[in-house]
């Protein structure tokens, strides 16, 4: 059975990305932390990060379970996380590698390309007592694939999945980037994961080892879902929309046009939505569905993945 949303009502968001009214949530996103090299500048970013802070912006309660190096990079992260309002006690500071950055390549269309430095300070996140507190009481935790390349990452992340309620959403957003793309690994997480987000090309090539074709999310999803036991997956198809299959039930949302400056962090602003809207349970899942997507065009249409958000339209 598939159902096509319709456009939010205005009340539920303001007119570029502002959130519907959602309860407190006490969420984790754990990964990698970074500086994007742009050729306009430097942009704190990192896909846990990103969402971390569009879930702040949603007023969830947040806490990054992350690395950074005790060098100048890493204290300047530190100094803008701390001024966005983000707590930071969960934040590690590496003694011997450097704070983690990327180079990233936009093509005229907006789209970017990474490159990502080995051996920096987000490959060895631990767990200490305030992770697991966090852990403890969290409503849910969200992480990614990319510093899954880590083996010392591999057993935090299991750490904290065990320390979690039984309850608590586990948020799995796959990030496939060779080669830091380990298919074996990235199964056995979206086995335990209670929602499972990737883009259409990462889902045709997991379901099925093919390339993306338009038209076929929704075999893609079906098929994600009976491969891997989670029954909520979300994918992303850029220019076309995203799709939600939840209670075998798929939604689809076509995506509105933009004028894209890049699409860094339009998919984890998405995400970020989908997860403070879907959650508290409050509104129907097409109407989270293109809630998100109207904030990842937002996003896109501005530089960087965390753009300051406008102040919410007047009642």
């Known amino acids: ?109 907006g789209d970017a390309t990474y490159e990502f430095m080995p051996s920096v300070a987000w490959d060895q996140i631990t767990t200490d007592q305030d992770s697991l507190q966090a852990a403890m009481d969290g409503t849910g935790i969200i992480f990614g694939s990319l510093a899954q390349r880590a083996s010392f990452n591999q057993f935090a992340l299991d750490r904290l999945l065990a320390t979690m309620p039984e309850n608590a959403w586990r948020i799995f957003d796959v990030n496939l980037r060779a080669p830091h793309d380990d298919l074996d690994r990235v199964r056995i997480l979206a086995s335990q994961s209670t929602l499972l987000k990737l883009n259409a090309a990462e889902a045709a090539h997991i379901a099925c080892d093919q390339t993306e074709e338009a038209g076929r999310e929704e075999s893609d999803s079906r098929a994600l879902a009976k491969q891997t036991g989670c029954t909520t997956i979300c994918i992303t198809s850029g220019e076309r929309g995203a799709g939600l299959l939840r209670n075998d039930i798929w939604h689809w949302e076509d995506a509105q046009k933009v004028q894209v400056i890049d699409t860094i962090g339009a998919g984890d602003a998405f995400l970020a939505s989908l997860i403070a809207n879907l959650i508290p349970g409050h509104h129907t899942d097409a109407e989270c569905l293109a809630v998100a997507c109207r904030l990842g065009e937002w996003v896109s249409s501005q530089y960087g993945a965390t753009p300051t958000y406008p102040p919410p339209a007047s009642s």
Request: proline residues 7%; glycine residues 10%; hydrophobic residues 40%.
């Open 1 to 109: 059975m598939a159902t096509a949303s319709r456009n939010c009502d205005p009340h539920l968001t303001h007119q570029s990305s502002s959130p519907m009214k959602t309860d407190q949530l006490k969420l984790l996103c754990f990964g990698e932390i970074l500086w994007d090299f742009l050729p306009v500048g430097l942009f704190p970013g990192g896909a846990p990060f990103n969402v971390a802070y569009h879930l702040h912006n949603h007023r969830a309660e947040v806490n990054l379970i992350t690395a950074v190096g005790n060098d100048k990079l890493g204290d300047e992260l530190i100094r803008r996380i701390k001024g966005w309002g983000l707590n930071t006690d969960t934040i590690g500071r590496h003694p011997g590698l450097p704070t983690g950055y990327v180079l990233a390549d936009i093509a005229p269309n």
